[in-house]
């Protein structure tokens, strides 16, 4: 067994390679035990591999001795939903979410938390300790939540006016009840990529990679839409570009949101991660609002709601959550209405919504593979080096380093190998300035390692 699939929030491989029938079957035997006799609950997305991990899951499940429902193929915040509205022990999603095709893994929540680190490794334990699976395949129970969860959505929202959207769901699972709901609720919707297709033929279902919205962009710009909405393959990340097919950038969506919520909330935390723009958290302060930093990681995101009572939260990736009205966990789908429902009333384009803010030179998330093993050593040398040269560090997650003008950030990710760089500043030439230094630092701390 690959021991490197246990990470942080969730388990994850490539699925030919690393989840093979034996490691997920007894997956399934320790998440079954852990329901205690209840109910184990499985959605999954479009990757090819979802039926036959659903299919060991289930087989180990039945030697532990509890009942599967089968969920089908939905989105992750559909399977966020179910384990709200059915409230079965245990809830696993099968996504591979943002990764490449060959990829997938397990999300899981017992009850309505979420499962992450000292949780993860405890079922690693308990998987290598597991004894061979004898079970055959059980019956499930298939039950279907997409209509109760389109009705909870549709119920919300009223819009007073008809904006044309260009949706581009990179052939991942959320497309078809984008594309639904905004006509339902009396949008003009131009679909790109939106039948399910878990090769993703077109291009890689990941919004927070500019490359992978080029085609919304042009779309948006030759269609004439209001604005064109991304989503990742599992649909729990959000993806936005203007009238004039311009990226709005994760933090930059969430001060809209935060907005429009704290004209309703007044003095509300509202909550983002390291990779987020300090405009967002002195735009939070202006507006009367309290901005808080935390780790990345959309387990850790809603477990600090929850203990600070924040209404809205954000990550760069475009994990957006709600608690303002909602349940409190990242839904991609349920952040656009909400993005619309302030389109709807704004003065002016989409673009307005942005223009505001204060301008300032910003990189997308910069990623460069790093193998898994050695990622958060680099990181941690890194740190090393810059607090000997006397930089400031935030150490939250990974090492945000404050420059005279911006800031730098290099972390691990926790979902992929790879290591993810981002920059901000008040000029390109400075912009420049301060990813060659942590180029050079990173490069150090690899040749000393």
């Given amino acids: 067994m690959n021991i490197e699939i246990f990470r942080k929030y969730d388990i994850r491989g490539v699925a030919d390679r690393d989840l093979d029938n034996d490691t997920v079957s007894k997956l399934g035997f320790v998440l079954g035990a852990m329901a205690d006799g209840g109910v184990l609950a499985i959605g999954r997305d479009c990757r090819t591999s979802g039926i036959r991990l659903r299919d060991q899951l289930a087989r180990g499940a039945a030697q532990a001795g509890c009942s599967v429902v089968d969920l089908g193929e939905q989105t992750t915040p559909m399977t966020y939903f179910a384990a709200y509205t059915m409230k079965p022990a245990v809830t696993v999603m099968i996504t591979g979410s943002h990764n490449p095709a060959e990829y997938n893994g397990f999300k899981i929540m017992k009850g309505l938390h979420t ?40 119920s919300e929202f009223a819009p007073p006016v008809s904006l044309k959207v260009a949706v581009d769901a990179g052939n991942g699972t959320g497309g078809d009840c984008a594309v639904d709901i905004l006509k339902q609720l009396g949008h003009r919707v131009v679909p790109l990529y939106c039948n399910a297709d878990g090769t993703f033929p077109n291009h890689h279902p990941d919004p927070t990679v500019i490359s992978n919205l080029k085609d919304l962009s042009q779309t948006v710009v030759e269609e004439k839409c209001d604005l064109g909405i991304a989503f990742d393959g599992d649909a729990d990340r959000i993806g936005i570009v203007d009238e004039k097919g311009q990226v709005i950038f994760g933090d930059r969506i969430l001060c809209v949101l935060a907005e429009a919520l704290l004209a309703e909330n007044p003095k509300a935390t509202i909550i983002s991660e390291v990779k987020a723009s300090s405009v967002f958290f002195t735009h939070v302060e202006a507006m009367g609002g309290r901005a808080l930093m935390l780790p990345t990681g959309h387990s850790i995101i809603k477990e600090g709601m929850l203990k600070e009572n924040a209404l809205l939260a954000g990550e760069m990736s475009g994990h957006i959550f709600f608690r303002d009205r909602y349940y409190g966990y990242d839904d991609a789908l349920y952040a656009a209405l909400r993005f619309l429902e302030i389109a709807e009333k704004a003065e002016g384009p989409v673009s307005s919504l942005t223009s505001k803010l204060p301008p300032v030179m910003a990189t997308p998330e910069i990623r460069e593979e790093c193998d898994d093993s050695v990622k958060f050593k680099i990181v941690e040398k890194v740190k090393q080096i810059l607090s000997d040269q006397h930089y400031t560090v ?19 990710s926790n979902t992929q190998p790879v290591l993810v760089m981002r920059f901000e500043a008040e000029t390109i030439d400075q ?19």
């Fill in 115 to 154: 499962l992450w680190g000292d949780a993860i490794a405890e079922i690693q334990a308990r998987v290598e300790t597991a004894e061979e699976i004898q079970s055959e395949i059980p019956q499930m129970q298939k039950v279907s939540v997409r209509k109760t969860y389109m009705d909870r959505l549709r």
């Fill in 431 to 449: 912009l420049k300035e301060y990813e060659h230094k942590m180029r050079t630092i990173l490069q150090k701390a690899r040749e000393e390692l």
């Fill in 394 to 412: 935030n150490d939250i997650d990974g090492v945000r380093v404050e420059f005279s003008s911006g800031w730098g950030l290099l972390r691990a």
